[in-house]
């Protein structure tokens, strides 16, 4: 299987600051033939379903506010958040999707 | 509105089954690869299985395979999930999900139900 591994576990922020989430795969999840790196990110609130917000790691879903975006490539990811909102405490998740097997990251928990 | 809505949660014993289900609308069911996701309490995610919009291609966890079967009753907008040989790490909540593109399964996970609750416990 596919391992991704998230970092920090847990993330105390301010207001306004940025937060920066990263997502390592144990391979490759770009895709040769079209290019494309098969990497979600989702956000969970206390109580809630996931929520997507990025695919093809770093295309925002519609609705998600521009301060989420994504970046990397291959095998190192980055979920960023450039002015944290108090709505934004969440756990957040990558997932892959370039093997048949998905799997996600363990979670990165974001407070203020 | 894509509406999800899993049913079928309950306390079983250990050894036990259990048969998950998933009524969809708001969408055309037929045409959309369908999967289920759990999450044990206070733990991250775990895919568990997919299947293809016919039902003819199935996929699951190595956790699972062969203690699980998931189908579809595309007449009925129906996703279900029979699980059996049930142990106390199959304790989690199933969501039920929708994959974000029409026809082939591509693994995203674009909307998501509540969830329902399965107990694993003697």
């Known amino acids: 299987d596919v391992v991704l591994t998230q970092s920090p576990v847990s993330l105390a922020m301010s207001l306004g600051e940025r937060a920066t989430i990263n997502c390592k795969s144990s391979q490759s999840v770009l895709y040769k033939s079209d290019n494309k790196n098969y990497l979600a990110w989702y956000q969970q609130k206390p109580g809630q379903p996931p929520r997507l917000l990025i695919s093809?790691?770093?295309t925002r879903e519609s609705g998600v506010p521009e301060r989420f975006s994504g970046s990397g490539s291959g095998t190192d990811f980055t979920l960023t958040i450039s002015s944290l909102q108090a709505e934004d405490v969440a756990v957040y998740y990558c997932?892959?999707?370039?093997?048949?097997?998905?799997?996600f990251g363990q979670g990165t928990k974001v407070e203020i | 509105e894509v509406q999800l809505l899993e049913s079928g949660g309950d306390l079983v014993q250990p050894g036990g089954s259990l048969r998950l289900s998933c009524a969809a609308s708001?969408?055309?069911?037929?045409?959309?690869?369908m999967s289920w996701v759990r999450q044990a309490p206070g733990k991250g995610l775990e895919w568990v299985s997919s299947?293809?919009?016919?039902?003819?291609?199935?996929y699951y966890a190595d956790a699972v395979k062969g203690r699980f079967t998931v189908s579809r009753d595309n007449s009925k907008n129906t996703l279900s999930l029979q699980i059996s040989s049930l142990g106390a790490e199959d304790t989690a909540v199933y969501f039920c999900t929708k994959d974000p593109i029409a026809g082939a399964p591509l693994g995203v996970f674009e909307y998501w139900g509540r969830g329902t609750l399965v107990t694993v416990s003697s």
């Open positions: 708001g969408f055309i069911f037929s045409t959309y690869a």
């Open positions: 997932q892959q999707y370039y093997s048949s097997s998905r799997t």
């Open positions: 093809w790691a770093s």
């Open positions: 299947i293809s919009t016919s039902g003819y291609n199935t």
